[in-house]
Structure formats: structure tokens, C-alpha cells
């Protein structure tokens, strides 16, 4: 999985190392290096070649679009990461309270409808077998 | 809440679906205290519906409980899949907030959002370029087409060479604080400041001190001081012997720091005397 990355990183660095260059080319454009500029921009032909070779390998690659957000905002994309993962974590906290409650009611449930169902609540734990405690 | 509200809802026949659920038959709050149906009684329906209701007994709307291996909110799902290197990663410290600061290298100024300069990716997305569906390398025909003028591009062309401004490391200045609460250069600057300044007036000071200790000795030729007795300039008025001449003499041919000051009056005197010897 690395690997797919480590190229489409590296071809994304040649690209704009090599664009780069050609904008400090054309900053201060000088006669003598118009045949620098013309190989400039047959490399950026060449990487952007490149670049769509790599598409092929991350086509099973699915990217959240909240991420483009981020980043169109100038914002860290790590920081959505940060969000989702605390975002998870919130709402895994608040599941297990649920269930927690949930399995407490369950046995005070038992516990009482036992004091006034006996002998119904006796065929239910035959049925379900003992229950763990919560 | 389908569950709830099928529980709730019980006086009622539960649909089909949720009879394929495994739920039970619809019965009449009452039928409880039916003799529970055995599977040798009850109508042989195939699969294993027929055999949980057999077991359900006098309970319906019974469903077999979730398995135990089944993963819900219960556990910690982000130990489950070994995020706690990630979430430690991004969660234990503070993450920066510009995109300059996710990519360093890469050159112009990033942190702008993308919707100043219509370079933002949600459009690249929305709004896709008319481009063909490959790229093929340009010849010299089309070289042509990207002669420049010679000479620089104007400043607001110049987008490439603006970097985001990057903060000074703190730990220097923490150190640098730490290090030297007293810088130990600027006492030593001040103190040659001072020397030279000392130096450079000293000429001057003595200068001043000579003439007003001149003043004071022109000055008290004349006036009688009370203290030391009749002015050495009168001393030739008031004893008018060759004694007094003498000794007018001498003093004139003394220097005039030499002669009685204020402070050190026995000296002036003494060494008048030796001269008068």
C-alpha cells in the first residue's frame, strides 16, 4: 500500500520541484534561457504523465471530500484526522453509556417482574439461560 | 425503535417481516397463561422459525440475543483496529493549524483559502477542466507559442517567491531566557561606555578644576579669610619688612597648586617654608 504512495509522492515532488524552476525561470526571463524554459516544460508534460500513470494503481482509493474542505481553507489536513478520530471516540463513549443502562435496566427489569412474575419469569430464565450481570 | 414501537404496539399483529425476523405470532395480552406450545403440538413450520417459537414458550416478540462476538459501541473500537498509535499521534499533541505547516516545501503562499484565486480543489472537483484524456509533449511549433519577454515579472506576478512567514523556534528564546537572566555582555559594554565616557571627560574636568581652584586663588588674594588669617597678598601691606617681601616673593614663584588650598592647608604652608629656607 506504501509503495502505491511513496511514487505518487515522489512524481508529485519532481512536479513541483520542476515547476519551481520554471517559475524563477520566468521571474526574471532572460533570451539565453528560452531553451532551459522549453525543456522545463516538456518535463512538466512528462510529470504530469507520470502522475496519471500512477492513477492506475490507487483506483480502490477513496479520499472524504471533507479533507479538500481543509484543505481549500489552507487548514491542516491533519487536523480532520484529529476530528474523526475524536469524533469516534465521543460517540464510542456515548454507545457504551447506553449499553451500559441499557443492561442495568435490563436486570432491575428482571429483578422486579421475578417479584411479581414468579413462576413466568422462571420459564424465562429457562428460555434465556442466566444472564451476566452488567 | 422498531423494536420499541413493536413492543409497544403488541395488541397488534406484527407484519410478516418482522415474523421472518423471529418474531413470534401475534397474541392476545392473555394468551400467556395459554399452555405453552410443545413441538410435538404445535404445526411443524419448517425451518428454524418453528423451533424458536417452540422454544419461546408463553413469551412472543422473543428474539434470540445478540452474539457475544458481535462488536458494538461496548468496546473500545479504536484499541479494536490499533488506532491508538494514530489517535496518540493526532490526539496527544497539539496539531498545527496552517496547510504550510503539513507541507513545508511545497512554494506561494498556501494558507490563502483557495476561493481568493480560484485555485481551490472542491472546484477541480465540481467544475473539471475541457482537457484531452492524455498529455502529449510539445513540439517546436508549439514551443513557440512561450517566448518570453526579457526582464523580471512585475510584483504582483510574483506569487511563487512569497513564503508564509515561519515562526522563530521557541525553545531558543526559552533558553536564551533561561541561560541569561542578566546578559553578561551589556555590563561590560556599559562599563567601557562609561570607562571611555570617564576618559573622554577626565581632560575636560581637569580643565574645569584648574580654573576654578585659579579663581579661587586670584580670588582670595584679596579677601581676608577668617579662619587662616590675614591674606597672603596683604601680607606685604601689613608688614611692610624685608622678611615680607621674602616671603611674597616665594609665594609668587610657587605654582599655584602648590600654594595653601582649603584641604590640605599645612602642605602649602610648609612647603613655603621650606622654600623660604
Known sequence: MA???????????????????????????????????NQKLNF????????????????????????????????????YTKECLERALAKNEQVKGKIDTMKKFKSLLIQELTKVFPEDMAKYKTIRGEDPPP | MENFSALFGAAEPPPAAAAALGFGPAKAPGAGAAPPPTASAAAPPPGEDAARKAAAGPFYLLRELPGTTELTGSTNLITHYNLEHAYNKFCGKKVKEKLSNFLPDLP????LPGSHDSSSLRSLIEKPPICGSSFTPLTGAMLTGFRLHAGPLPEQCRLMHIQPPKKKNKHKHKQSRTQDPVPPET????????????KEEDPER???????????????AGVRCPAHGPP????????????????????????????????H????????SSSLR
Open chain 2, 232 to 263: 597672603r597678598g596683604s601680607v606685604s601691606g601689613h608688614s611692610q619688612g624685608a622678611a615680607g617681601q621674602q616671603l611674597s616673593q616665594a609665594l609668587s614663584v610657587l605654582p599655584p597648586q602648590n600654594r595653601h588650598s582649603p584641604e
Open chain 2, 108 to 111: 506561494g503562499m498556501i494558507d
Open chain 2, 206 to 220: 581637569k580643565r574645569k578644576k584648574k580654573e576654578k581652584k585659579k579663581k579661587k586663588v586670584s580670588g582670595k
Open chain 2, 265 to 272: 592647608p599645612g602642605v602649602g604652608s610648609s612647603q613655603a
Open chain 1, 44 to 79: 512538466m508534460v512528462t510529470g504530469l504523465q507520470d502522475i496519471d500513470k500512477c492513477r492506475q494503481q490507487l483506483h480502490d482509493i477513496s479520499v472524504p471530500l471533507e479533507v479538500f474542505e481543509y484543505i481549500d481553507q489552507g487548514r491542516n489536513p491533519q487536523l
Open chain 2, 187 to 198: 555590563p561590560s559594554d556599559s562599563d567601557h561606555k562609561k570607562k571611555k565616557k570617564k
Open chain 1, 3 to 37: 509503495e502505491k504512495f511513496d511514487s505518487l509522492e515522489e512524481h508529485l515532488e519532481k512536479f513541483v520541484e520542476n515547476i519551481r524552476q520554471l517559475g524563477i525561470i520566468v521571474s526574471d526571463f532572460q533570451p539565453s534561457s528560452q531553451t532551459g524554459l
